[in-house]
C-alpha cells in the first residue's frame, strides 16, 4: 500500500513538472513571438559593410541580423547570437538615424565581434554566459559594469580580470579599439586599454596607454586582434 502511494505522488510530480516544462514552453514562444512583431529590421548601409569587411569575413557580415526595439533591446544595445538589438533610446535612435557615423561604426564593430564570437549555438550561450558573469563580478567589485571592458596590453597585470585570459567583453573591446585606432585614427585617451608595471618592490601601478605611443599600442592590439579572430574561426 505504502509502495503504491509513493508511486501515485512520483506520477503526480511528474505530471506537475510537464504542465510547467510545456508553459515555459509556450511562454517562450509566445515571448518570441512578441519579440518578432516589436522589433524593425536595421539594413546595413555600404559603408558599414566595407568597414566591418576591414575585420571580419563578408560571409559572416551577411549572415548577421540587426534590430530596432523588440523585447531583447531593453535595458541596452544586446547581441544574441547572430542578432544584435540596439535600444530604441536617444543614443540608439542618433545611432540608427546616423549610421556612418563613429559611434555607429564603433557599435557594430564591437557587437558584430560578439556575434564571430558566438558563431555556433554552444559557442554562443558559451560567450552570453561569460560576459554576463563578467559585468555582472565588475557591477559588484567596482560599482559599475564597465570594467568588464577594460583591457590590459599585459594579461600578467589584469587587475579587474584577474584571469589570464580576455573575457568576451574585453576582447569585443580590443577589436573595438584596434578599428578605432587603424581605420579612424582615433585618440588613445579613448580607448579602454591600460597597462600595468611592477616594481622592485613587488608594487603594481597602473595607467592608461595613452603613455605609450600610439604605434606601440597599435602594434600590439593588431597582434591581439589577430589572435583573438583566429581563436573564433
Given at each position: 500500500?505504502?509502495?503504491?502511494?509513493?508511486?501515485?505522488?512520483?506520477?503526480?510530480?511528474i505530471?506537475?513538472?510537464?504542465?510547467i516544462?510545456?508553459?515555459?514552453?509556450?511562454l517562450?514562444?509566445?515571448?518570441?513571438?512578441i519579440?518578432?512583431?516589436?522589433?524593425?529590421?536595421?539594413?546595413?548601409?555600404?559603408?558599414?559593410?566595407?568597414?566591418?569587411?576591414?575585420?571580419?569575413p563578408?560571409?559572416?557580415i551577411?549572415?548577421?541580423?540587426?534590430?530596432?526595439?523588440?523585447?531583447?533591446?531593453?535595458g541596452?544595445?544586446?547581441t544574441?547570437?547572430?542578432?544584435?538589438?540596439?535600444l530604441?533610446?536617444?543614443?540608439?535612435?542618433?545611432?540608427?538615424?546616423n549610421p556612418?557615423s563613429e559611434?555607429a561604426?564603433?557599435l557594430?564593430?564591437?557587437?558584430?565581434?560578439?556575434?564571430f564570437?558566438?558563431?555556433?549555438?554552444?559557442?554562443?550561450?558559451k560567450m552570453?554566459?561569460?560576459?554576463?558573469?563578467?559585468?555582472?563580478r565588475?557591477f559588484?567589485k567596482?560599482g559599475?559594469?564597465?570594467?568588464a571592458?577594460?583591457?590590459?596590453l599585459?594579461?600578467s597585470?589584469d587587475?579587474?580580470?584577474?584571469?589570464y585570459?580576455?573575457?568576451?567583453?574585453q576582447?569585443?573591446?580590443?577589436i573595438e579599439?584596434?578599428?578605432?585606432?587603424?581605420f579612424?585614427?582615433?585618440?588613445?585617451s579613448?580607448?579602454?586599454?591600460?597597462?600595468?608595471?611592477?616594481?622592485?618592490?613587488?608594487?603594481?601601478?597602473?595607467?592608461?596607454c595613452d603613455?605609450?605611443?600610439?604605434?606601440?599600442?597599435?602594434?600590439?592590439?593588431?597582434?591581439?586582434?589577430?589572435?583573438?579572430?583566429?581563436?573564433?574561426?
Amino acid at each position: 500500500m505504502t509502495g503504491k502511494k509513493i508511486n501515485k505522488k512520483k506520477r503526480q510530480i511528474i505530471k506537475i513538472l510537464a504542465y510547467i516544462t510545456l508553459f515555459l514552453i509556450l511562454l517562450l514562444i509566445l515571448l518570441i513571438f512578441i519579440n518578432i512583431l516589436l522589433r524593425n529590421e536595421i539594413l546595413l548601409t555600404s559603408y558599414q559593410k566595407d568597414s566591418l569587411k576591414n575585420i571580419f569575413p563578408q560571409n559572416h557580415i551577411e549572415s548577421v541580423r540587426f534590430y530596432e526595439g523588440g523585447l531583447l533591446s531593453i535595458g541596452s544595445t544586446k547581441t544574441i547570437c547572430k542578432s544584435i538589438y540596439i535600444l530604441p533610446n536617444e543614443k540608439g535612435k542618433h545611432i540608427i538615424n546616423n549610421p556612418e557615423s563613429e559611434e555607429a561604426i564603433l557599435l557594430i564593430v564591437h557587437e558584430v565581434t560578439h556575434t564571430f564570437q558566438g558563431k555556433r549555438i554552444d559557442s554562443c550561450i558559451k560567450m552570453s554566459l561569460s560576459s554576463l558573469y563578467a559585468q555582472f563580478r565588475a557591477f559588484l567589485k567596482y560599482g559599475s559594469r564597465n570594467y568588464a571592458y577594460y583591457y590590459p596590453l599585459n594579461l600578467s597585470f589584469d587587475i579587474f580580470n584577474r584571469k589570464y585570459f580576455y573575457n568576451p567583453e574585453q576582447e569585443a573591446s580590443i577589436i573595438e579599439d584596434y578599428y578605432y585606432l587603424k581605420f579612424l585614427d582615433g585618440n588613445l585617451s579613448n580607448t579602454n586599454c591600460y597597462d600595468c608595471s611592477k616594481n622592485s618592490s613587488g608594487d603594481i601601478s597602473c595607467f592608461s596607454c595613452d603613455n605609450y605611443s600610439k604605434k606601440y599600442v597599435l602594434d600590439n592590439l593588431e597582434n591581439i586582434s589577430l589572435d583573438i579572430l583566429d581563436k573564433y574561426k
